[in-house]
């Protein structure tokens, strides 16, 4: 069975408008991007990004070395005072750090994402721009302090991808964990640790590999697994030596990659469709249901800002 999203698109856009009024009213609010290189699929995805927070009422204003493009102005304009850090050249980690600063203590931004990867000059500085963004508007939960509040039970955060993943198994009642086996390939801060600590909460048996896992180990672990969820960005890697011959496993894609100027994913779909229970398709949900969740994400932190003052920055 093939799994899209696309059925779910309209219910949770109109969710997304309802949670805008109930959370955040007649209130002036945005989401900051700090997207720093010219990556191309980035750039894409921001697009995708700024898209959609218009389709809900709640607009993205990006800000980077190069891009004060004419919406990002024009955007800025219904704000106080963003206008001056969105057409500044962020030519230094201490000028990203002094934006970051802002932007925690802006009231009218309720989310910060750092569009990832970054250019080689900030690359070394990843880990403490990150853990900048205030836990309260820490979209993604890369400064982690969200994560670990989750984990220990203090609020209900899963970062956006690992989100889209749950919510899209949720929807096909394919998401009881409760004694089932998950391989989770690989083991990424946005992706595949997070999905981890999820699964395990769901009480799964978690196996994950990494880039330094044998192939044939990788490929045992897979056949044991009612679940495999793969984020290796490794084109068609996922084929039938990677799966059982019962039918019965469920296959979530979430590489991403390029074959002819074409997107696929870690699954070569062809080879694995007729062998498995279910399996998603690459292009065609990952990142448009990933968006979504993101949006979601500024409500969930909106619901426990109160839980989260202790730790603003």
């Excluded at 969710?15 to 997207?35: H, P, S, T």
């Excluded at 992706?191 to 990788?218: D, F, M, S, W």
Aim: one cysteine or more; hydrophobic letters at 40%; charged letters at 20%.
């Amino acid at each position: 069975m093939l799994l899209s999203w696309k059925e779910l698109s309209i219910a949770f856009k109109e969710e997304l408008i309802q949670k805008r009024a109930q959370f955040l009213g007649d209130k002036n609010a945005y989401v900051a991007i700090i997207f720093l290189g010219e990556d191309y699929s980035s750039a894409t995805y921001v697009k995708h990004k700024k898209s959609y927070g218009d389709s809900i009422g709640l607009p993205v204003i990006v800000f980077g070395q190069n891009h004060t493009a004419e919406y990002d102005r024009n955007q800025a304009g219904k704000f106080d005072d963003v206008g001056i850090y969105i057409n500044q050249n962020y030519d230094s980690v201490w000028k990203v750090m002094e934006l970051i600063r802002y932007l925690n203590h802006d009231d009218e931004c309720v989310g910060i994402l750092i569009q990832l990867p970054l250019p080689e000059q900030f690359e070394s500085y990843k880990e403490q721009l990150l853990a900048a963004i205030t836990p309260q508007k820490d979209l993604d939960g890369l400064g982690w302090v969200i994560l670990w509040l989750s984990e220990i039970g203090l609020v209900d955060f899963v970062p956006a991808t690992p989100k889209a993943v749950l919510y899209l198994l949720q929807h096909y009642q394919l998401d009881n964990f409760t004694g089932k086996t998950v391989a989770i390939l690989w083991q990424s801060n946005i992706v595949g640790k997070p999905l981890v600590l999820e699964c395990i909460k769901r009480e799964a048996t978690v196996y994950t590999c990494n880039v330094n896992t044998p192939p044939e180990q990788i490929k045992t672990i897979a056949k044991m697994a009612d679940y495999i969820i793969s984020s290796t960005g490794k084109v068609h890697l996922i084929d039938d030596s990677f799966v059982r011959d019962d039918a019965s496993q469920i296959i979530v894609d979430v590489g991403y990659g390029h074959i002819d100027g074409k997107p696929v994913g870690d699954v070569n779909i062809d080879a694995i469709k007729d062998k498995v229970a279910s399996y998603t398709p690459v292009p065609g949900w990952v990142g448009p249901l990933t968006v979504a969740c993101i949006f979601d994400n500024v409500f969930v932190l909106q619901s426990y800002l109160d839980v989260l003052k202790p730790y603003k920055l």
